[in-house]
């Protein structure tokens, strides 16, 4: 798993690669609450190079929400793979966490919700 | 528990692994699974499901069955072939009721970021079968479309 965080306004834009294994969810809850603060609650996940997520890896997300709703923010999800797609599906997940399908639109996202 | 008998495996066919009672241990088995459904042409939806099913069981089994206690051991049986994949997974611990497990699925759950594993291998295998004291699950994957039903405990 590969992690890599840039600043857009008050979101964090965090490209995953790889996989979220056996071992990597604990790594990615704290990886991605670190990113998470007063400055920057809003957490933009771009999973287009991301092969596989298992639970803890959305147990990840879901703490990262849960945290960036406390600080007035958001999760939004942009270009998973048909297979997590799915997996987003299957757990209903994706009506707490918002699927894009381009990067611009979740920023407009995160940009559209009064602070 | 033998292999169930609607898994369409025999108890000769099936390769066992045990390995330490922590998640880096876990990775071996669960590697040389995927290893042979790379080789025997499982589709990459077939082999994504696979995986999620195996590591919902070996988290549980590491973490809830044998309480993250680094003495206990996991015991991994599995068979794959191209029409199936048939894999048991068992710990040392005392076991559970999976009927007691909350619905992850139900609103007020939704947003708990934990209990989605049993949900999960039921909804990406073909059958899934616990022991009577649930300290051993049984997966299996039909290798066609057809899969979803959890048949619960045996």
Redesign the interface.
């Known amino acids: 798993m590969k992690i890599s965080l840039r600043q857009s306004g008050r979101a964090q834009i965090a490209k995953l690669s790889g996989e979220v294994g056996l071992e990597e969810g604990a790594e990615l809850q704290t990886r991605l609450l670190a990113a998470i603060d007063k400055d920057t609650p809003h957490l933009i996940l771009e999973l287009s190079d991301l092969a596989f997520i298992g639970s803890p890896g959305l147990s990840a997300l879901l703490a990262s929400r849960a945290t960036a709703r406390e600080l007035g923010g958001s999760i939004q999800i942009v270009s998973p793979s048909e297979q997590i797609g799915g997996l987003l599906k299957v757990t209903q997940i994706d009506p707490l966490i918002r699927v894009h399908q381009n990067l611009e639109s979740a920023i407009q996202a995160t940009i559209d919700r009064p602070k | 528990m033998p292999v169930p008998s609607d898994f369409g495996v025999r108890e000769s066919d099936l390769n066992e692994i045990t390995v330490a009672n922590d ?2 241990s ?2 071996s088995p ?1 590697d040389r699974i995927l290893e042979e459904l790379a080789g025997k042409n499982y589709s ?2 077939a082999r ?1 499901a696979i ?2 099913a195996l ?2 069981a ?2 549980n089994a590491v973490k809830h069955g044998n309480r993250n206690n680094a003495s206990k051991r996991l015991h991994i049986r599995y068979h794959v072939d191209t029409q199936r994949t048939v894999i048991g997974v068992c710990d040392e611990g005392a076991g559970f009721a999976p009927a007691k497990i909350p619905d ?2 139900i609103e007020e759950n ?5 209990g ?2 049993i ?2 291998m039921c ?2 295998m073909t059958k899934v079968r616990y022991n009577k004291s649930g300290n051993e699950v049984w997966l299996l994957r039909v290798n066609q479309p057809e899969h979803g039903a959890c048949d619960g405990r045996d």
């Open positions: 998640l880096r876990a990775k669960e990459p939806e994504f995986r999620l590591e919902e070996l988290t992850p699925t939704l947003e708990r970021p934990c989605r594993g949900m999960l909804a990406y």
